[in-house]
């Protein structure tokens, strides 16, 4: 029963933030929005949570279920506190998804996302983690954590185990210890293909697809063969694609507009957890931020913009000194080894 913990904290996020982007002008996106700024918080929480019981020598399953817990706690006041305040019930939720008011192109478009979802659900609950990797280092990583509770770097000969990013990770190992197995240990990769399918149609929702075409957009990314595959295993490429479509997203509304001091904090985290969570992310963020500082520059000016690029960088700073941290002190570069990075980059860099 624990593992209903960190699904009823991200269902009472969603609701919070809901009516929090109720006024948004899009109002129809607003539960997309709402679910991106859960998982993207939550993502954090996963982060700051598993380094902070690593200080405390205390990554068990008493301390985890207890933060969580007490988290839930929380949150479940704040929306209670809410309740007297102008907000929205689930059934106003229910009425404006509703299939049978939508036409029947769009209601097989749901049915065909549902049963791919669905599927893809059962293989990555039913099969455990078997791919090289999983068994070379992304589990074996989440073992040697558990046992010496703390994410210090420890002796192996594969030492991918200690220096790649390890967000993933981290919330693999969370969810085994409240499920006690690696039963759910792929879900981490199948969440993510279906929150970035969620972000996928809202980013076409800001392009001005109508429903049909969100749902296209939708379907496109579910039928990816590399995706189908990755959505049930414990690699973290779904998961470094989760945080690149966040990003994109909210470069494309700080396109659109300014973005609230809000949506600054989340779009911080996003590349935080994008940089925690696999070195490919630095080379497909890199056009999203450009762009977005053009955008940040027309609408706000350039102390503004500078403002919000340290808020960023602190953000990111925070999250990740950790890792980097530890990486320092055992290779003496924050990325790991420097000869393993620069294996792993283009041989030959060009036009």
């Known amino acids: 029963m624990l593992v209903l913990i960190p699904l009823a904290l ?41 380094e902070g019981l690593s200080l405390l020598k205390a990554i068990n399953r008493l301390a985890v279920s207890l933060v969580w817990l007490v988290t839930l706690a929380i949150t479940v006041v704040v929306l209670w506190r809410r309740a007297g305040q102008k907000t929205k019930s689930f059934t106003t939720y229910w009425d404006t ?115 049909r075409g969100q749902l296209f957009s939708a379907l496109f990314c579910v039928t990816l063969p590399m995706g189908i595959l990755q959505a049930t295993s414990t690699q973290t490429d779904y998961v470094t694609a989760f945080w690149l479509v966040g990003l994109a997203y909210y470069a494309l509304l700080a396109h659109q507009r300014r973005l609230s001091a809000l949506e600054w904090l989340l779009l911080s985290l996003v590349v935080a957890l994008g940089v925690m969570t696999k070195g490919t992310f630095y080379t497909f963020a890199l056009p999203f931020l450009l762009w977005l500082s053009v955008s940040t520059l027309r609408h706000v000016g350039w102390i503004s913009t500078i403002k919000y690029a340290l808020l960023g960088m602190l953000v990111v700073g925070v999250i990740n000194a950790g890792v980097w941290a530890r990486n320092t002190r055992t290779y003496g570069f924050p990325l790991g080894p420097f000869e393993a990075v620069g294996h792993l980059s283009n041989e030959v860099l060009g036009p």
């Open 10 to 50: 991200f269902i009472a996020c969603v609701y919070l933030f809901r009516n929090l982007f109720s006024s948004d002008a899009y109002e129809e996106s607003g539960w997309r929005q709402a679910f991106l700024a859960a998982a993207v918080l939550l993502g954090g929480f996963v982060a700051v949570t598993s």
């Open 97 to 211: 998804i509703r299939l049978r008011d939508w036409k029947k192109a769009d209601q097989s478009s749901i049915l065909v996302l549902l049963l791919f979802t669905g599927i893809l659900f059962l293989v990555a609950r039913v099969a455990p983690p078997n791919t090289n990797d999983s068994l070379s280092y992304h589990m074996s990583r989440v073992m040697h954590w558990m046992q010496s509770q703390a994410l210090e770097h420890y002796p192996t000969t594969i030492d991918r185990q200690l220096w790649m990013p390890p967000w993933a990770e981290m919330a693999v190992m969370q969810l085994y210890l409240f499920k006690g197995g690696d039963g759910l240990s792929n879900l981490v990769q199948w969440f993510s293909m279906g929150a970035s399918l969620v972000v996928v149609s809202l980013i076409a929702k800001r392009l001005g697809a109508s429903i």
